[in-house]
């Protein structure tokens, strides 16, 4: 929703401004990964290469309103690197290419990377997360690695209407919060790697605020062009 405002030049709404808060459900992390016979073993390896060779290590993703791109592009223009965008048709096509190295790093979803990096197919250096998570003990969080930039979350929460009257909201709220306690939902979450994060309304609100600043801030870095 958010990324639908620095991708077109006029969309058919203003997330802030039409929209009421009313609660968050969660996040899915990602994880840094690069390709195995570049010899990157840390964030920091990573970086140095790209510095050093400034334009020719490529990233890839899938598609430019993906959230493979945007972490990409925000970790990017936090370390101050440039790098080449390798689009592909799809994930598995991306996961392929950096297996093989032809791509140098990609931005993954936590159940996607995970028997990735069991079976050393690939190199976790980082997650995206403000902290470390308990699938990849080992693996730094970005923040640990440098760079304490705005958790990467692939987030999902819920919106309604401008000038929804506040029982209904508080009703969806509570109810919203309730059910993302159920343990059997709980474990679901977790077999997906998803983070449950009930927030109130005003905090949600908040979240999603600084989210669009945020991605708002990364296209003026970037100087990410709207698609039409």
Not at 142 to 147: I, P, S
Not at 176 to 186: K, N, S
Not at 206 to 215: P, R, S
Request: charged share 20%; proline share 10%; glycine share 8%.
């Amino acid at each position: 929703m958010n990324e639908a405002v620095i991708l077109h030049k006029s969309p058919p709404y203003d997330p802030l401004r039409d929209l009421e808060p009313v609660a968050m459900f969660g996040g899915q992390p990602s994880v840094l990964l690069a390709a195995p016979d570049k010899g990157f073993k840390t964030v920091a390896d990573l970086v140095a290469a790209a510095k050093a060779s400034p334009g020719e290590l490529k990233f890839a993703f899938v598609g430019a309103g993906s959230g493979a791109y945007f972490t990409a592009e925000r970790f990017a223009a936090a370390a101050g690197l440039n790098v080449q965008h390798i689009a592909y048709p799809g994930p598995v096509e991306a996961l392929n290419a950096v297996m093989a190295g032809r791509a140098d790093f990609y931005f993954v979803p936590l159940p996607a990377a995970l028997p990735l990096i069991a079976q050393h197919k690939v190199v976790a250096l980082a997650v995206t997360t403000p902290y470390r998570l308990a699938d990849l003990v080992d693996v730094p969080a970005l923040g640990e690695a440098g760079y304490p930039i705005p958790a990467y979350l692939f987030w999902c929460g819920l919106s309604a209407p401008l000038n929804t009257p506040r029982d209904i909201v508080d009703k969806l709220n509570a109810a919203i919060g309730e059910v993302l306690g159920v343990p059997a939902l709980q474990m679901k979450f977790r077999k997906i790697s998803v983070v449950t994060q009930p927030m109130s309304p005003e905090r949600y609100g908040k979240f999603f605020a600084d989210n669009l600043a945020g991605l708002i801030k990364l296209r003026d870095d970037a100087y990410i062009q709207p698609l039409d």
